[in-house]
């Protein structure tokens, strides 16, 4: 208990430090989720559940967060940067390479890879289904090609482009979508970014004259 208190103090002061030096975007985008998992002698470990900005802090954000650490605890610290979410799926991918491991028993079943694997997969809401959809005369168009769209991924209505005032079901048909394809393919690749996410990312990179990443990503 003792030296979770104390991670807890030593990553508040770092956070802070970092937010004198960082922009708000800046600091939001990139170290907002981020958090101090180990400090050991001279080497502290923090993990970020996205692999993408985990390997952004690991390369243009590592000086500045060895600087911080070193204001704080005034020596010098290496600081390495981990993703859980990586580690899951090298684990999955070592025992694909081992072989089928025995079949756990049905409370213990694990969900598949692909859905919890993928730390920027939205967050699992069964409510939101094509089922109980209120299908009316001025969203029909809106939900066949949302159907559409799940029945057949990146081939029909590619790109789909929804709009529309607010609370008139854009959210529940977007999210019916990815939990259609989430129970019938699983091993699906499903990234869910917020314009407000999108637009910073592009402007960091664009600032940073790293157009390359995030057009890989």
């Known amino acids: 208990m003792e030296n979770e208190q104390k991670l807890k103090d030593v990553w508040i002061k770092v956070l802070a430090y970092l937010k004198e030096k960082l922009s708000q975007a800046t600091y ?3 170290f907002g989720e981020a958090d101090l998992i180990a400090l050991d002698g001279d080497v502290a470990v923090v993990s970020h559940p996205s692999p993408f900005k985990k390997n952004i802090l690991a390369t243009r954000y590592i000086d500045i967060f060895e600087e911080a650490f070193e204001m704080v605890l005034g020596a010098h610290v290496k600081v390495i940067v981990h993703c859980d979410a990586e580690d899951r799926l090298a684990e999955a991918e070592k ?9 756990p028993s049905p409370a213990q079943k694990p969900a598949p890879i692909g859905i919890d694997a993928h730390p920027e997969y939205p967050v699992y809401n069964s409510e939101y289904t094509f089922e109980n959809f209120v299908v009316g005369s001025s969203n029909k168009f809106a939900h066949a090609a949302c159907k559409a769209v799940a029945d057949h991924p990146a081939t029909d209505y590619n790109p789909l482009f929804i709009y529309g005032a607010s609370g008139l079901g854009k959210t529940h048909l977007l999210y019916a979508i990815m939990n259609q394809l989430r129970r019938e393919q699983p091993g699906l690749a499903i990234l869910y970014v917020k314009g407000d996410e999108f637009t910073n990312e592009l402007i960091e990179n664009l600032g940073a004259k790293t157009p390359e990443r995030f057009r890989a990503k």
């Open 95 to 103: 025992a694909k390479e081992n072989g089928p491991a025995p079949s």
């Open 28 to 30: 939001t985008l990139w």
